[in-house]
């Protein structure tokens, strides 16, 4: 029977990091095939590395600069948006307070609107606030709509917490912040790694808003260097898998940073039970 | 506690509710409030306030989606290069680079809704009808009339074309194009066929073609169903007169007419029979790529391809010289101008409108149009725009279809440029229906008529 | 429980201002224009309930998009976070790959959707695709098979771009179970619970918090799924991987309808609504503790 068991987890996991992993190396293959390869399905190891196609992708889009900007925009965004939601989050698993269910509603409702719908009143609300076609306008967005999941993520760690870590620190004499910066924030470490990294990928991955909420190359990111290979008759399918690669790099290695993080709470010795 | 979240989703929807009755009873308010926002904008984006002193320039914006990998993209820049050094001091063009063209079209209509469209800006897939509703498109007859040297290159060929019937014109078109399609002339001849001269002919050529172990069409039903709908269009517009006028008209109030329907169930024949096995919702990147690897006969197409037939990351090898151009069957082809360029200045400052017009005239002009037809391959709009020599003997594809043209009977436009963008959404999701028969060409028809009496 | 009035104002501040400023606006917009006729670029029009009766009695396209979208709900909080949360439990045996496959598992998520969009395209492509190549390759005879445009498998393709890559649950879920203490494991087993027994009766129930946390969060991402439906596609064939974020789309960048496009989002946030309600009553999250 437990043999039984440990071949089935064996195969379960395979094919999960198969599916997982195709996606992946074929990308990697493909920006260093030609065009016509990509299209002709040639499987495989392209015929000899050319890096061509990295050369096209940094001379026909401006990634440097949208490099600069993504960095920028994503870290702030989700730099502000672990702060705010870390505090929301707090008070509505530990205060008593009447409007408990509408603040719940409130950080819900951003998981529910439609983003089709609000690419027009967002473009109404920056343009009006000078917002528009600034890093900062893109960097409130980000962090307003990102807010639902890392409250989620947040409410429900803090949730597991026995709250006699935080009553001992009152016995002691610490105030409400102190407490919670000194006893609750050290714990919720997980918690912050991933809500982050689900934050940062958000922001660093947002095609849409990006593009609507901002009127020059200087102010931009890098989603939008994508698109400067794909035109009606004339895409460079092999210069957009390199521009892929080019940014898919900062999020894996952020991830594999804050992956450490995720279950750094074991080592830093546990509290469920 | 438990009922708290449903309460208060109540008290929201309410407060919503009445806030947003009130907001819509002062319908005044909000359009005015939209008009001064928009105001603000323009002044942000340009950054610097509009000039105090005669020695700051006037900036107006523009916007373009001829970056990147676009045909264009060489022949946009130098062409607006050469303005900012021409007009240095006087006028600077605040360029936004929109890549690919869905993406134009998105930010464009979302900037139409609150009117802050860029100064100037090309008005395909409706932005134009857009631009003129909110107010913001200006009318250029007067300023054509008032220019004759400018009326010299635009001629009067695009003017009409993109005149309303109340003799306004709201945009000046950017080129001209006329297009047969191209066939693979290794393949025809060994199966000893040449460009077919009525659809029977032409059906019959694909199954020679199949016989002699070739697949005949490239065709593709996926973003915009480009090549298959040439062909469709193609074969409305050569109907006779009936046809040919419905593929001369915009926006059509009806597909359900004898000539769509016949077409529809040809094109449904085809696609089962003669093309790959991924063209049922194939992006236009496969169809290309089918003809350009030597793997398919024909492909209906624009003359902007002929430089991928010489590139070899996309094309065989000497592909170049295996290609021929021919005129669709009944003699047809297509012939038309694209919308081209509007000026949405209405509203704005005096400098920021004549500036902003005089972009206008730079990039319709001659100077323009020879470089995009040097660079970029795009037909200039009059014959006053020479055509080099040098130019001729490297695009003899170019010369061959000018030729044919002369002998052409049927000329007709696309079914992009005559539809609305419901209708051609509509046609990329209902062909993989007409190919798996769970619809006939009649009902798909039906579709399309209700689809282009949704939109406004 | 306390009881801190001016701490939790303050703690809230922030988040209840930028929920203001970004989205409740909008959604004033969103609730107060499905009242109106409003195309891009025309005047605003009261015309009270004609949209919602319109979209309820007339348009069958809209009515499938609902159908798909709750289909494709029911899918992801079920389906696909069992994926994730099956994993995680596996991984957290602390094996010497358990790091390797989390991060493996997780990459799916890195990739921008502009490629994920072509490559699905290309691995399911009919004509050169991996799938229908091994498939042809196995069985010895040419396989077409045309997985995103057949009426038959179009639903099923399209689900499957994303039905199984729950890397995003399994790291919620692990970050979680690191909250345990070894002392509760060490406990069971002197018990002589196997460490299937652990599993089901130790760690699930511990995890219930998160688990319905990571069915809100798959539950509601099928409220925003679009962009790679619009690459694979476009909701067809005819409406039949139709979902509402991809119909609100369509109405507002190619009918130019704002009014009727934002009448389809307040069913769709109300839709959402209840779609919360059940997830939280099923998980108690409502209850204290």
Known sequence: MKTVRKVLAFIFLSFICIISLVPFIWVMFSSFKTNSEILSGTVGLPTGFHISNYVTAFKLAPIGTFYINSILVALFATVLNLIICSLAAYVVVRCQFKAKGIITLMFSLGLIIPGAALIQPLYTILSGAHLYNTLSGLVLVYTALGMPTTFYVMVSYIKTIPYSLEEAAYIDGSGFVRTFLQVVLPITRPAFATAGVIQFLFAWNEFQFALTLTGETGKRTLPIALYYFKSAFASDYGAMFAATVVVAIPSIITFIILQKQVVAGLAAGSVKG | MKNRLAKSLACIMAATLALSLTACGSEKTTE????????????????????????????????TFMVGTHASAQAEAEVIAEFNKLYEGKIKVNVEELPSDDAFVDKMKTLASSKSLPDVLIGKNGIRELAVKNGQA?????????????????????????????????????????????????????????????????????????????????????????TTNLWLAAYIGSQGDEGNKYMNTPYPESYNTEPVINGLTMMQECLQKYTTADAVGAIYANAANAFEQ??????????????????????????????????????????????????????????????????????????????????????????????????????????????????????????????????????????????????????????????????? | MKKNTKWVVLFLLPGVLLFSFILLSSLFVLTGSSFTDWFIGSKITFVGLKNYIYLFTKDKVFIESIKNTLIWIGLQSTIHVTIGVIVALLLSKKKWYSSAVRTIFFIPNIISSAALGMLFLCVMNPQFGLINGLVSRITGDRFVQNWYNDPKTAFLSVTLTWLPYAGLVTILVMAEMSAISEELFEAAKIDGATSFQIDMQIILPLMKNIIGTCVVLAATSMLQKLDVIMMTTSGGPGSRTMNMPMYIYKTVFSNNNYSLANTQGVILIVLGVVVLKIIRKVFGMDKED
């Open chain 2, 294 to 456: 030597g793997q398919t006969a024909m492909i209906a197409n624009g003359l902007w391809m002929t430089p991928d037939f010489s590139d070899t990351t996309k094309s065989i090898e000497g592909f170049k010289d295996k290609v021929g151009v021919a005129l669709y069957p009944e003699n047809g082809i297509f012939s038309q101008y694209e919308v081209g360029y509007i000026l949405c200045t209405n509203g704005k400052s005096e400098e920021e409108q004549a500036a902003a017009l005089e972009f206008l005239k730079f990039k319709t002009g001659k100077y323009a149009q020879s470089v995009f037809l040097e660079k970029a391959g795009v037909l200039p709009l009059t014959d006053n725009v020479d055509i080099t020599d040098e130019y001729k003997a490297e695009n003899p594809a170019l010369v061959e279809t000018l030729m044919l043209a002369g002998t052409s009977k049927y000329a007709f436009g696309t079914i992009d440029n005559n539809a609305h963008e419901t209708v051609v959404d509509e046609f990329a999701v209902r062909y993989p229906e007409l190919v798996y028969n769970e619809i006939t060409p009649e009902e798909f028809a039906t579709f399309l008529t209700e689809a282009g009496n949704a939109s406004k």
């Open chain 2, 32 to 63: 005015e409030t939209v008009v001064s926002t928009s105001t603000e904008t323009t002044e942000t984006s340009t950054s610097t306030p509009e000039p105090a002193s005669d020695s700051e320039p006037v900036e107006i914006s523009y916007a």
């Open chain 2, 138 to 226: 200006v009318d250029l007859k007067p300023f054509l009339d008032a220019d004759p040297d400018w009326m010299t290159y635009v001629g009067e060929g695009a003017m009409n074309y993109n005149m309303e019937a109340d003799g306004s014109v709201y945009s000046i078109s950017n080129q001209r194009q006329i297009y047969g399609y191209f066939y693979n002339k290794e393949m025809f001849d060994a199966v000893g066929i040449t460009p077919a001269k009525t659809w029977d002919e032409w059906m019959e050529n694909n199954e020679k073609l199949l016989q002699g172990g070739y697949t005949p069409l490239a065709l593709m039903t996926g973003e915009n169903a480009w």
